[in-house]
T-cell receptor, first 111, second 113 residues
């Protein structure tokens, strides 16, 4: 069943602005992963953060994890038009070995 | 370049037909997965395989079947028992099952004629 829920469902910003997407989940996790999907394409893995980590960076991406609130956020700094895509969080629940995906956030970055 | 190849990109099915979606990977990954994506929805797991000759049902396995005879290949058959097969199907693989990132193919869009 779907567990992760992203917020907002859609986000529209200008190039150069920062974009923040949030994800909530319901049970304890081993890790949480963020993926990007361009229209009509497959998903691309962005970052994996483990349950004992609080923050992770990769280039312009910053992911935080708050296990006490069962939430994670993805920050894209200095956004570009090429960042336009849907972004999904996926949780690997404790005791399980497969991912549960949220419904995603659609990000539109205008030039 | 290593990756996952799904074919065909578009597939049409008549009522009562079975169709098979192909997924091949050259990443030497042990684990492979099939997901279904409906408009505005996240991915739902259909089947997954940890290793050759082994596979398990996911959350929505009814009306689907798979095989894993070779490490590189994990075909998905959408049977006539699947009453609402129109969707975008995504295949993925990971080095092993568990705490690993998944690599995705570019999907097959299945429609009913």
């Amino acid at each position: 069943s779907q567990q992760g829920e992203e917020d907002p469902q859609a986000l529209s910003i200008q190039e150069g602005e920062n974009a923040t997407m949030n994800c909530s989940y319901k049970t304890s996790i081993n890790n949480l992963q963020w993926y990007r999907q361009n229209s009509g394409r497959g998903l691309v893995h962005l970052i994996l953060i483990r349950s004992n980590e609080r923050e992770k960076h990769s280039g312009r991406l910053r992911v935080t994890l708050d296990t006490s609130k069962k939430s994670s956020s993805l920050l894209i700094t200095a956004s570009r038009a090429a960042d336009t895509a849907s972004y999904f969080c996926a949780s690997m629940n404790s005791g399980y070995s497969t991912l549960t995906f949220g419904k995603g956030t659609m990000l539109l970055v205008s030039p | 370049d290593g990756g996952i190849t799904q074919s065909p990109k578009y597939l049409f099915r008549k009522e009562g037909q079975n169709v098979t979606l192909s997924c091949e990977q050259n990443l030497n990954h042990d684990a492979m997965y099939w997901y279904r994506q409906d408009p505005g929805q996240g991915l739902r797991l259909i089947y997954y395989s940890q290793i050759v000759n082994d596979f398990q049902k996911g959350d929505i396995a009814e009306g689907y079947s798979v095989s894993r005879e070779k490490k590189e290949s994990f075909p998905l058959t959408v049977t006539s028992a699947q009453k609402n097969p129109t969707a975008f199907y995504l295949c993925a693989s990971s080095r092993e099952i568990g705490n690993q990132p998944q690599h995705f193919g570019d999907g097959t869009r299945l429609s009913i004629l």
